[in-house]
């Protein structure tokens, strides 16, 4: 089992006191600025509002599921207070996730909180699509610039299985509701899994084009115990593209959206393929970004067990974000230089669940 997240006063001085190996020139802060030892500049936080979501789908959450009780999970109101501390060290792009952040109640309103904090440019939210077709004209007039919804298959029975409680029209009214509120740059997630949906990554590229959205295929990363091992269902990039290009010329790309998808141009289309591959290319090197999950600890690295509680110091010093702002600048610390998914498929070294930290 993977240790206690470290409190802030309990982090080794060995992992805190640093020097960047490059400066951070572009940070509206010379001092504090959220750059870890290994010079990358943090600029995009995704935070987890809920670790709760009304999917389960089974490459994330074992079947029965336990959750987190209120009281350990941050209040709406200590979420906007972290993400503002954050945009004041700099950060840029914040992702609202969860679990489904959508099923948290009042999630509009946080939102729109976000949305005018000086300094952000971009709101974006990952979601299952299942609280689109009632939300997404409100997500669009709270400010919320982008959606990435998760999308695994377009068979309504196999949708049912890889969820296990979930209704593939629902997410496709979602998927209508978003577009017509004005959605235009929408993007579809979905993660590769041998046997289980690589067989309709042609058809779902083909789905994207139809739509005029972008599509990321994303390798299965190896977090917690799901109740089978993940190695039999791997499917890697490479194979991916050599699948849609029976279909589709695929030319590269230098566009990003600021996260760890590398992108190709399918010509003639308005669609964006994007790939995420921990496994088989490592993004580490120019990772800018951290989680902090729905019980408001922050993880510096999906692919690592280390982080620093966060939620003591907001309930200990409500009016004061100093003590807070000087544990995330120290968090930095322990942000690891990389992950080793590609050697713990069967063992991994998380073993909490992609939901606990947020997607």
């Not at 389960?56 to 987190?68: H, K, Q």
């Not at 496709?172 to 978003?178: K, L, N, T």
């Not at 600021?258 to 399918?266: I, Q, T, V």
Request: glycine letters at 8%.
């Amino acid at each position: 089992m993977p240790d206690e997240p470290l409190t802030p006063e309990t982090v080794p001085d060995s992992l805190v006191d640093f020097s960047p190996s490059t400066p951070s020139v572009a940070s509206r802060h010379a001092e504090g600025t959220l750059v870890d030892k290994y010079g990358r500049h943090v600029t995009y936080i995704r935070l987890s509002i809920t670790d709760r979501c009304d999917f389960r789908c089974s490459y994330c959450m074992a079947e029965e599921m336990t959750f987190l009780p209120r009281a350990q999970v941050l209040t709406l109101e200590e979420c906007l207070r972290v993400a503002g501390v954050f945009v004041g060290l700099g950060v840029t792009k914040l992702r609202v996730t969860g679990g489904e952040p959508l099923v948290r109640h009042n999630a509009v309103w946080l939102l729109e909180q976000l949305a005018d904090l000086p300094g952000l440019k971009e709101l974006v939210i990952t979601t299952n699509g299942s609280q689109l077709e009632r939300f997404a004209p409100a997500l669009r007039a709270a400010g919320v610039k982008r959606l990435n919804i998760s999308l695994d298959t377009l068979r309504p029975d196999r949708f049912r299985e890889i969820t296990r409680v979930g209704d593939l029209a629902k997410v496709m009214r979602g998927i209508d509701a978003a577009q017509k509120a004005g959605f235009g740059r929408l993007k579809i997630n979905t993660v590769m899994m041998r046997g289980g949906n690589d067989d309709e990554l042609v058809d779902l590229a083909q789905f994207a084009v139809d739509r005029g959205i972008d599509i990321a295929f994303i390798e299965e990363m190896p977090l917690g115990d799901i109740g089978h091992p993940r190695q039999a269902s791997y499917f890697s990039s490479e194979e991916a593209m050599t699948r849609l290009q029976t279909r589709f010329a695929l030319l590269p790309s230098t566009e990003t959206t600021g996260g760890p998808a590398r992108y190709w141009r399918l010509p003639g289309t308005a669609t964006r393929v994007g790939f995420i591959a921990p496994h088989s290319h490592n993004f580490c090197n120019t990772c800018n970004r951290v989680r902090i999950s729905a019980r408001g600890d922050l993880y510096p690295c999906l692919g690592n067990n280390d982080a620093v509680r966060l939620m003591p110091l907001l309930r200990a010093h409500p009016t004061d974000d100093g003590p807070l702002r000087a544990a995330i600048v120290r968090g930095m610390g322990i942000k690891a230089q990389g992950h080793e998914f590609s050697r713990r498929m069967d063992a991994p070294q998380v073993v909490r669940f992609m939901s606990m930290t947020g997607g």
